[in-house]
């Protein structure tokens, strides 16, 4: 449901990019599911449908930080299916980096955390990952930082990966027991991780964790209940709001603040449009470009002479 406004058709969006020259892009998780990467709330197909078998009350407690401090065993149930392991871009990732190619790219703000940005040639200057991503982790007890990657394995192998200092620092020789615990898939209950729960003798549990009595590392993607890194609003109100001349977003639901407040904080005469599968109802855009992203940006580059050079991508 666009607003009236004086941009409407698919040749206004094209020479409002061609005559832009510091454009905001604002992506989410529709930009990668042509990968066969899920978004979050597609229904049936994205991860929080999936989630259903976990019996949370609601399935964005699997990255909610006082949950996974509570109880890691449930991010981490989830996070082997979603570590990326992926080494192609979209279409869509593609055009980012190439509106930067053609000097137009102001900054790509992402929610998403597979890095694909990065990798289809987006500038780490011009990149804010609001959403944090796998690229390192941090142990949630001392705070050490280490390369996401060194945790991979761990994740994949469905052990809770633990902080290499604090074991150095904390385990005497020989370490004591881990305790175990269950990763819940199963509908079994689960207890509460903390000091109330230290003593408890786990060890007669079907479990399919183990969790470190060490410190616990998490990947540095941010949890509902953490705030977004410095760089987000600081790069919003300091470099880009009096700057900015178009706003493009693409692939996300706009469901998740402060990153949805984005498009209704800038200046209302700045054009906004809108790509992805479904219109939103809660913020009307100028111009509402609706269907598979990699399909009307492809049309887009087109229309704008632009050789995208990249093989479309056959939606999972
Ligand atoms: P959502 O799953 O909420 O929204 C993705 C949107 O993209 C939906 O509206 C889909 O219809 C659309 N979509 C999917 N595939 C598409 C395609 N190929 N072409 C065009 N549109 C497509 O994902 P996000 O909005 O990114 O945060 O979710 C925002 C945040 O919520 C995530 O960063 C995550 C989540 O909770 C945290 O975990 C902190």
Redesign the pocket.
Known sequence: RAKLSRYNTVDDAVDLIRRSSNIIIL????????LGI?????KGT???SKLEHLGLSDP?EA?DIDVFKQDPTIFYSVAKDIVPAIDRY?P?HKFIAMLHEHGKLLTNYS???DNLEVMAGVPKDKLIQ??GSFGTASCIQCGYRIQGEKIFPDIKAGRIPECPRCVQNLRPAGGPPKRKRSAGADGKKRRRWGASAANSSDEDDDSEYDIPTAGIMKPD????GEPLPDEFSKRLTEHDRDKVDLVIV???????TP??EIVSWLPSHIPQIY????A?NHINFDIDLL??????ITELCRRLGWDLNHEMVD?A
């Open positions: 992506t989410g998780a529709g930009i990668s599911t042509s899920p978004d979050f709330r597609s994205g991860l929080y964005q990255f979209t869509t929610q998403n955390i609001c959403h993607i941010i949890f509902f693409i692939g996300t639901s706009l469901k998740v990153v949805s790509v992805s599968r479904q939103v269907g598979d992203c990699d399909v009307v939606p």
